[in-house]
C-alpha cells in the first residue's frame, strides 16, 4: 500500500528544517546500507553525532503524531528515530534494494525493530533538481514518487525500491521505518480502507447507528489483529 501525505510539515517547520540541515555536515550514506544495500547505495547522510540531528528528528516526529491520516495508514507500534539524505553531485543514486527486515534502534542498548513500513519525507522543492524519483515496485508495476517539499510517501518495506540518479542540484529527504501494529500489509489495507470509508459516511450521513456499528468493526478487528 503507497499512502501520500501532503504538507506533513508546515512551511515553518520547513524552512526550520532546511535551515538547520544547510547548517549540517554530511557524512557517507554508508553508515546505514546493509549488505545488499551498500553495493548499490551512493548518497550522503547526516551521521549519529551531528549536532542538528536531534532538533531534526524532534520535528519531525512531533509532525507525524499530530497526523490522523498517518496514523491511520501506519498504525505505528514504534518508529525508529527518522534518518536524513542528500543526493547531489557524484554521490546521488540508490539501486535498487529492499529495507532490511530488522533496525537497530539507536542508542537503544542493542534492540532492535521490525521494519514494516517505509517513508521518505521530501525536503527539497521538486523543480529545483532534476532526476531523483523515488521509484517502488509492488504487484501493479512501478510508481514514481517525487512530491513537493512538506509531502511524505509511506510504502512497505518489503518492496524493492530505488532512487534514479541527481543529474542537477540536490534532493534533501529524511528517510524512516516503522514497525506497525499491525504486522500483515493484507490487514492494515483493510483497515486503512475501512477507516477511510468511515471518514467519509461521517462527513455524508453523520453518526448514524449504522456507522457506529461499522466503528465497532474496526476496532474490534484492530484488537484482534494488533500487536501492543
Given at each position: 500500500m503507497?499512502v501520500t501525505?501532503?504538507?506533513?510539515?508546515?512551511?515553518?517547520?520547513?524552512?526550520l528544517?532546511?535551515?538547520?540541515?544547510?547548517?549540517?555536515?554530511?557524512?557517507?550514506?554508508?553508515?546505514?546500507?546493509?549488505?545488499?544495500?551498500?553495493q548499490?547505495?551512493?548518497?550522503?547522510?547526516l551521521?549519529?553525532d551531528?549536532?542538528?540531528?536531534?532538533?531534526?528528528?524532534?520535528?519531525?516526529?512531533?509532525?507525524?503524531?499530530?497526523?490522523?491520516?498517518?496514523?491511520?495508514?501506519?498504525?505505528p507500534?514504534k518508529?525508529?528515530?527518522?534518518f536524513?539524505?542528500?543526493?547531489?553531485?557524484?554521490?546521488?543514486?540508490?539501486g535498487?534494494?529492499?529495507d532490511?527486515?530488522?533496525?537497530?534502534?539507536?542508542?537503544?542498548?542493542?534492540?532492535?525493530?521490525r521494519?514494516?513500513?517505509?517513508?521518505?519525507?521530501f525536503?527539497s522543492?521538486?523543480e529545483?533538481?532534476?532526476?531523483?524519483?523515488?521509484?517502488?515496485?509492488?504487484t501493479?508495476?512501478?510508481?514514481?514518487?517525487?512530491l513537493?517539499?512538506?509531502g511524505?510517501?509511506?510504502?512497505?518495506?518489503?518492496s524493492v525500491?530505488?532512487?534514479?540518479?541527481?543529474?542537477?542540484g540536490?534532493?534533501?529527504a529524511?528517510?524512516?521505518?516503522?514497525?506497525s501494529?499491525?504486522?500483515?500489509?493484507?490487514q492494515?489495507?483493510?483497515?486503512?480502507?475501512?477507516d477511510?470509508?468511515?471518514?467519509?459516511?461521517?462527513?455524508?450521513?453523520?453518526?448514524?447507528?449504522?456507522?457506529?456499528?461499522?466503528?465497532?468493526?474496526?476496532?474490534n478487528?484492530?484488537?484482534?489483529?494488533?500487536?501492543?
Amino acid at each position: 500500500m503507497l499512502v501520500t501525505i501532503d504538507n506533513l510539515l508546515d512551511p515553518d517547520e520547513l524552512a526550520l528544517a532546511r535551515d538547520l540541515l544547510a547548517r549540517s555536515q554530511w557524512a557517507s550514506g554508508q553508515i546505514t546500507a546493509g549488505s545488499q544495500a551498500a553495493q548499490v547505495k551512493n548518497n550522503q547522510q547526516l551521521p549519529e553525532d551531528a549536532e542538528h540531528l536531534p532538533a531534526l528528528r524532534r520535528l519531525v516526529l512531533s509532525a507525524l503524531n499530530r497526523n490522523p491520516l498517518f496514523f491511520a495508514a501506519a498504525l505505528p507500534l514504534k518508529i525508529l528515530p527518522p534518518f536524513f539524505n542528500r543526493y547531489a553531485g557524484e554521490s546521488n543514486t540508490y539501486g535498487a534494494h529492499v529495507d532490511s527486515a530488522m533496525r537497530q534502534i539507536p542508542n537503544g542498548a542493542g534492540t532492535s525493530m521490525r521494519s514494516d513500513i517505509s517513508a521518505t519525507l521530501f525536503l527539497s522543492d521538486p523543480e529545483s533538481y532534476e532526476g531523483g524519483v523515488l521509484t517502488i515496485v509492488d504487484t501493479f508495476g512501478e510508481h514514481g514518487i517525487k512530491l513537493k517539499a512538506g509531502g511524505l510517501v509511506l510504502y512497505p518495506s518489503s518492496s524493492v525500491h530505488h532512487v534514479t540518479p541527481v543529474t542537477s542540484g540536490e534532493r534533501v529527504a529524511s528517510f524512516m521505518f516503522m514497525q506497525s501494529m499491525v504486522r500483515s500489509p493484507e490487514q492494515r489495507r483493510l483497515l486503512y480502507d475501512m477507516d477511510m470509508a468511515l471518514l467519509e459516511l461521517r462527513e455524508t450521513v453523520g453518526e448514524t447507528g449504522a456507522v457506529v456499528k461499522l466503528t465497532g468493526t474496526y476496532h474490534n478487528l484492530l484488537r484482534q489483529w494488533a500487536e501492543s
